[in-house]
């Protein structure tokens, strides 16, 4: 399986902006998807993640009213839409896929991974 990460970029406190990834490969045995950030000297976290068959989601505390995430069977593409957005999710975020049935939370429950796309909010 391979994610492909897009959609991040420079964007001024309150402002908004969407990623998206797109799973290829042996996309059937895919069943939740999520996504994580780091900031520079932190440690990953967890932000959001979806379940493709069910559609259950569980988010962070901190982006919950702010951050929705979504899927497109369809596309095999996760999005994560992100609004009022303020300097402390200036990250770099990553896309994640694992073939477990059930929402993870956690970054080492993640066997497939996608490369990292920035994310800045100014203040």
């Known amino acids: 399986v391979q994610l492909q990460a897009s959609g991040g970029g420079l964007v001024q406190a309150g402002g908004s902006l969407r990623l998206s990834c797109a799973a290829s490969?042996?996309?059937?045995?895919?069943?939740?998807m999520g996504w994580f950030r780091q900031a520079p000297g932190k440690e990953r976290e967890f932000v959001a993640a979806?379940?493709?068959?069910?559609?259950?989601?569980k988010y962070t505390g901190s982006v919950k009213g702010r951050f929705a995430i979504s899927r497109d069977n369809a596309k095999n593409t996760v999005y994560l839409q992100m609004i009022s957005l303020i300097p402390e999710d200036t990250a770099v975020y990553y896309c994640?896929?694992?073939?477990?049935?059930?929402?993870?939370?956690?970054?080492?429950?993640?066997?497939?991974w996608g490369q990292g796309t920035q994310v800045t909010v100014s203040s």
């Open positions: 490969g042996r996309t059937s045995s895919i069943f939740v």
């Open positions: 979806i379940s493709r068959n069910n559609g259950i989601t």
């Open positions: 994640a896929a694992d073939m477990s049935m059930v929402v993870l939370t956690t970054p080492n429950d993640y066997d497939y």
